[in-house]
């Protein structure tokens, strides 16, 4: 059965790695147009490069998401280019891990204006001409810290947790005008993410890199989850099983919720460094 990739005009921010890399690969496999969009202009010519040396159709286009202009004139030219966008994926993100008492302004500013303010733009350049063409569909990479407390995570959950307002309150705009919005939702994913974050404590051991690799997601198979469930028109993708599980608990028992809250409050004292 098609899945409704094939011949389609995609654009992917975020795309020189991780999830953004897998979902250009994957999504090039499928026949789409991919414009692989980082603000690593080096990476981003990497993964183009990489696509079409297997037959797929990809270009590189250095993107910083935070820059309004720059993601309006990057739709406006793939849209007069191709002549439309079907996917708009807002998928560039970076993570700050540790504790708010350690977090500077600055620090807030900057994953805010990335993970919070690149997908607005992102969002509401595709939304405004997928409106004037009558169809398209955006899928905006949020997390599971969108959907329930994630211990150490504060700032990015905050920024999460609006990607996945943005998206829901959108879709119910956009489904009488012919444009979809998804979002994702994924628990831990094999990529960079972790290892370029700002880490803002110093812990007996490092919280974030102790998860077993076999709870970590690998990129290629989030970027076949995240597809599926475009395909599909889901509201709201998560995955993997165990992130389901933990969002249907936190969605139906308060006091599930406030045990994960207490567990994870346990958790951080754990991991505080002694005085």
């Known amino acids: 059965m098609p899945d409704g990739f094939k011949d389609k005009v995609v654009i992917v921010t975020g795309g020189a790695s991780g999830i953004g890399q897998a979902l250009c690969e994957e999504l090039a496999k499928r026949g789409s147009k991919v414009v692989a969009a980082d603000v690593n202009s080096e990476g981003a010519e990497r993964v183009a490069g990489g696509i079409s040396k297997k037959g797929g159709q990809a270009e590189a286009v250095r993107l910083d998401v935070t820059r309004s202009d720059e993601v309006q004139n990057l739709v406006d030219q793939t849209a007069s280019r191709h002549g439309r966008l079907d996917y708009m994926f807002n998928n560039a993100g970076i993570a700050n891990?540790?504790?708010?008492?350690?977090?500077?302004?600055?620090?807030?500013?900057?994953?805010?204006?990335?993970?919070?303010?690149?997908?607005?733009?992102?969002?509401?350049?595709?939304?405004?001409?997928?409106?004037?063409?009558?169809?398209?569909?955006?899928?905006?990479?949020?997390?599971?810290?969108?959907?329930?407390?994630?211990?150490?995570?504060?700032?990015?959950?905050?920024?999460?947790?609006?990607?996945?307002?943005?998206?829901?309150?959108?879709?119910?705009?956009?489904?009488?005008?012919?444009?979809?919005?998804?979002?994702?939702?994924?628990?831990?994913?094999?990529?960079?993410?972790?290892?370029?974050?700002?880490?803002?404590?110093?812990?007996?051991?490092?919280?974030?890199?102790?998860?077993?690799?076999?709870?970590?997601?690998?990129?290629?198979?989030?970027?076949?989850?995240?597809?599926?469930?475009?395909?599909?028109?889901?509201?709201?993708?998560?995955?993997?099983?165990?992130?389901?599980y933990q969002w249907w608990l936190h969605r139906i028992s308060p006091t599930i919720s406030d045990l994960t809250a207490r567990m994870m409050t346990a958790a951080i004292r754990r991991y505080r460094q002694e005085p």
């Open 97 to 244: 891990l540790g504790e708010v008492r350690d977090m500077t302004p600055e620090q807030w500013d900057r994953i805010i204006q990335i993970n919070l303010m690149g997908v607005v733009y992102g969002t509401t350049a595709a939304y405004s001409l997928m409106v004037e063409q009558g169809f398209g569909h955006i899928v905006n990479t949020a997390s599971e810290a969108g959907l329930y407390p994630v211990v150490a995570t504060t700032s990015y959950a905050l920024t999460k947790h609006g990607v996945v307002g943005l998206s829901t309150s959108l879709r119910a705009e956009g489904a009488g005008l012919g444009v979809k919005v998804s979002v994702t939702c994924p628990g831990p994913v094999e990529s960079r993410i972790v290892d370029d974050a700002t880490r803002l404590s110093t812990y007996k051991r490092d919280l974030f890199s102790e998860a077993p690799s076999f709870m970590l997601v690998k990129a290629p198979k989030a970027a076949n989850l995240i597809l599926k469930g475009v395909a599909r028109n889901q509201a709201i993708i998560v995955f993997p099983f165990r992130s389901r």
